[in-house]
């Protein structure tokens, strides 16, 4: 028996369709980095649930757009990509970006943090948003 190829990647809470462009997002974004077999959990919360997770996980108030819960474990499992909409819109209209492309945007960041990507210093920053750009369709 073969072993399973495809990328197990789970959209929770999200509105019909939008989940599948999540998905697509992700999946994009992993088979890009030639990432074999790895399996990602998405969810969408609201604001309320995500300003808890913000408090709790980086000591900052209010609902951010994503967090990622990065949790390597011997199944493929990477983690957990945690989006709230409302933030996501909020922060596409701030930028002049059509929010639904920003929301892939935002799936595509939380999948390389998830991965090990990170943007702490100048450098990092530069190598991640040069890859998330290239994985995410129409970043701009």
């Avoid at 990647?9 to 974004?29: K, N, W």
């Avoid at 030639?34 to 808890?52: K, Q």
Wanted: glycine share 8%; net charge positive.
């Amino acid at each position: 028996r073969r072993p399973e190829r495809r990328r197990r990647v789970r959209c929770a809470g999200f509105p019909s369709g939008l989940d599948v462009a999540v998905r697509r997002a992700v999946e994009r974004t992993l088979v890009r980095l030639a990432c074999p077999r790895l399996a990602l959990d998405v969810h969408a919360v609201d604001p309320a649930t995500m300003a808890a997770l913000n408090a709790r996980h980086r000591g900052r108030r209010g609902p951010t757009d994503v967090l990622t819960f990065p949790a390597p474990d011997a199944d493929g499992a990477i983690g957990d990509v945690v989006l709230c909409l409302p933030a996501v819109r909020r922060r596409a209209v701030a930028l002049r970006r059509p929010w639904r492309r920003w929301l892939e945007v935002l799936a595509v960041h939380g999948t390389l943090h998830a991965l090990g990507f990170h943007h702490g210093d100048t450098e990092a920053a530069g190598l991640m948003f040069s890859i998330q750009q290239a994985c995410a369709r129409n970043p701009r």
